[in-house]
């Protein structure tokens, strides 16, 4: 069966400081991967999506990038967080060419820019 | 572009029922769907409906679909305390640019009282 993992589940962070959070997916192979954040435990931002290795699209210009090294990870990162960048960040995946049961969601990490 | 409203609070006493309201704008959508977060955690499908269909239901969980005034619901029958959650709706494609990308709700908070 598919899971996907994400880590860490909560992170302190001075403003400045880099980031870098990270998603794997077990169990498949080519899935859509996307990174969202969610502010004060209301709507769902889409910040970056990737349907496959080296391709990402970016929802919304910001201090913030993505990567996907290999088929099934996927990084959120920063060079220098902002205040506003605190938030609970949430993974997902979905298979590719079908919707059947819409996405997948890791855990979430709460992020917390001190 | 595609936009999914809901209201932002519902309250309800144990055991009654729970309706959730959506509605959308999107009169291309494929698929539409129900996820339901728990405090500090990532999103959880609870259930989904194709446009093609009317109504679903799954145990305690009735999804209705009025695909010509483009609204959504969901049914909580006999609400639990551990039904208290925020619920998203979200709607998909099939086919185009959009391929794969889902778009949420703001979330609906339901709150149950003993």
């Known amino acids: 069966s598919q899971t996907i993992h994400q880590w860490p589940a909560t992170l302190v962070q001075p403003v400045g400081s880099p980031l870098s959070l990270e998603c794997t997916v077990e169990?498949?192979?080519?899935?859509?991967l996307y990174w969202y954040r969610q502010a004060a435990g209301r709507g769902l931002q889409l910040l970056f999506y990737?349907?496959?290795?080296?391709?990402i699209s970016s929802e919304v210009p910001q201090n913030l990038s993505a990567s996907r090294p290999q088929d099934r990870q996927f990084i959120l990162s920063s060079k220098k967080l902002l205040l506003s960048d605190s938030g609970f960040y949430l993974c997902?995946?979905?298979?590719?060419?079908?919707?059947?049961?819409?996405?997948?969601f890791g855990s979430g990490t709460r992020l917390t820019v001190v | 572009g595609e936009d999914v409203e809901q209201s932002l609070f519902l309250s309800v006493r144990e055991g009654d029922s729970s309706v959730i309201n959506c509605t959308y704008t999107?009169?291309?959508?494929?698929?539409l769907y129900w996820y339901k977060q728990e405090p500090g955690a990532g999103l959880q499908l609870l259930t989904y409906?194709?446009?093609?269909?009317d109504m679903k239901q799954d145990q305690r969980l009735t999804v209705l679909l009025n695909k010509k005034d483009k609204h959504l619901s969901l049914r909580i029958a006999d609400t639990q305390t551990g039904d208290s959650a925020i619920y998203f709706c979200?709607?998909?494609?099939?086919?185009?640019?959009?391929?794969?990308?889902?778009?949420f709700g703001q979330g609906t908070i339901l709150t149950v009282h003993p």
């Open positions: 997902a995946w979905s298979p590719a060419y079908s919707l059947n049961y819409g996405y997948t």
């Open positions: 169990g498949t192979s080519n899935p859509n």
């Open positions: 990737s349907v496959g290795i080296g391709q």
């Open positions: 999107d009169s291309s959508s494929t698929y």
């Open positions: 409906i194709f446009s093609n269909m």
């Open positions: 979200a709607e998909g494609h099939a086919g185009g640019t959009s391929y794969g990308k889902l778009t």
